[in-house]
DNA sequence: TTTTGTGGTCATGTTTTTTTGACTTATTGA
DNA sequence: TCAATAAGTCAAAAAAACATGACCACAAAA
């Protein structure tokens, strides 16, 4: 475990990036509400409560840089924005319902 | 903490706190370490680079209160201290597997 | 007995994160 | 045309997290 190369620390730092990603005002709501069906802007506003535009608008593009919400234009009938969970970001379900379960022993 | 059976919004915020908690400075890195055996207070200081006493005490401090570290007074030979994984530590290792895996996608 | 090592705390200052409120652009509904 | 909804941005203030340096108690070694 003697600093060979970057290689330990790189994957530490990775964990933490996605932790301090995850970690963050509004993010878990955010990620959790996105399972129940695409988000919007307004809702989640309306939804979460005590939330606010500046730090949603943060997380919301942060979480879409990091690949785990999709952002999607929809052109039709009353235009809007909506918000989806990516493949990567499914792939995150049972991390939080496994930290779920650890918080509660 | 008024736990409410099955509300979702009790457990977005076990799974926020635990979050939280891990993703302050130098957590990650103390988990890390906490893998090849007993941590002590000084070598922590010496290892992690760029880490100050007041952020690593508050970090032992908050993972042994979560129950993910347990501190032990050491009273023999050079008297110290040791903080190890417990055993809900334990079971944060393959979560943080599995972060690191999700990392590199 | 002065110094060194261990394991911290405390007050203070700096930095980062989050909140607030005013403002914007575009679409729709009355 | 006027007002409302949707989805934001921007600058500034407030709050939370983190860093720094001084200090403390105890033990053991020089």
Redesign the interface.
Request: glycine letters at 6%; one cysteine or more.
């Given at each position: 475990?003697t600093t060979k190369t970057s290689d330990?620390n790189t994957?530490?730092c990775?964990?933490?990036?996605?932790?301090?990603l995850?970690?963050g005002k509004f993010r878990?709501?955010v990620f959790?509400l996105s399972l129940n069906g695409p988000l919007r802007f307004s809702g989640l506003l309306r939804d979460i409560p005590g939330a606010n535009k500046q730090s949603l608008s943060t997380a919301l593009r942060e979480l879409e840089e990091a690949?785990l919400l999709e952002r999607k234009i929809i052109s039709e009938k009353p235009l809007h924005i909506e918000y989806y969970l990516s493949v990567?970001g499914k792939?995150?379900v049972?991390?939080?319902h496994?930290?779920?379960s650890?918080?509660?022993?």
């Amino acid at each position: 475990m003697t600093t060979k190369t970057s290689d330990e620390n790189t994957e530490t730092c990775k964990a933490q990036a996605l932790l301090k990603l995850l970690s963050g005002k509004f993010r878990p709501e955010v990620f959790r509400l996105s399972l129940n069906g695409p988000l919007r802007f307004s809702g989640l506003l309306r939804d979460i409560p005590g939330a606010n535009k500046q730090s949603l608008s943060t997380a919301l593009r942060e979480l879409e840089e990091a690949g785990l919400l999709e952002r999607k234009i929809i052109s039709e009938k009353p235009l809007h924005i909506e918000y989806y969970l990516s493949v990567k970001g499914k792939s995150l379900v049972p991390f939080f319902h496994q930290l779920e379960s650890i918080g509660n022993i």
